[in-house]
């Protein structure tokens, strides 16, 4: 897959967002069901195939080329042992989506999950999409060393965690922002990446 194929996907992957999210924010409005169906299905079919997405390595102090390599045949840690590997945006810390998330709750209250399909659809977006990205984003230990997680990575997970009614997540989540907070602030309340004036 070369470098037109995947900046092809990624077009592709942020118009379908934003058009769940147009669909579930209308649906949500008027409680009008012809708007829940095509956006579970979209969301269902991003579940479908989220597991095999190709993995992105954004290296060091470099916007462009992005190295891509296939996810299908290796493991994400074959890859590269750092957050900058990813599968939905660019760096593994941004891979919980949460305009996807914000779609997925405004459809909620939809009927169409009580329906075989739609019971089927929501065990697979939870688990095949939103679990994979929360899977990947949490798959490399935490260095407390730079202002990714705290600003990105946690806000997303606590908003998932929420979302999902996963309150362990939220647990676990809570404890690593309470530790950054402990630990990355100097004594005067500033914080610990000083650098002269």
């Not at 079919?45 to 102090?61: K, M």
């Not at 984003?137 to 990714?148: A, D, I, K, Q, V």
Request: with cysteine; hydrophobic share 40%.
């Amino acid at each position: 897959m070369g470098i037109k194929s995947i900046c092809a996907l990624r077009k592709a992957k942020n118009y379908l967002t934003q058009r769940i999210l147009d669909l579930a924010t209308l649906h949500q409005a008027t409680g009008d069901e012809h708007f829940a169906r095509p956006a579970v299905l979209i969301l269902s079919e991003f579940a479908r195939v989220f597991p095999g997405y190709p993995a992105v390595f954004d290296g060091e102090w470099m916007d462009l080329p992005v190295r891509f390599v296939s996810y299908n045949g290796l493991t994400l840690e074959a890859l590269h042992h750092n957050d900058r590997t990813a599968r939905w945006e660019y760096w593994s810390v941004m891979d919980v989506s949460t305009e996807l998330l914000t779609a997925y709750e405004r459809l909620r209250n939809s009927s169409y999950w009580k329906t075989d399909e739609g019971g089927d659809a929501a065990i697979r977006i939870e688990r095949d999409l939103f679990g994979e990205q929360i899977k990947h984003s949490l798959r490399f230990p935490e260095t407390y060393t730079g202002n990714m997680s705290i600003t990105v990575k946690w806000p997303s997970l606590l908003y998932a965690a929420r979302v999902l009614q996963q309150s362990s997540l939220f647990h676990e989540t809570l404890r690593k922002v309470e530790h950054f907070l402990d630990t990355a602030f100097l004594y005067d309340g500033g914080w610990w990446e000083t650098s002269p004036s």
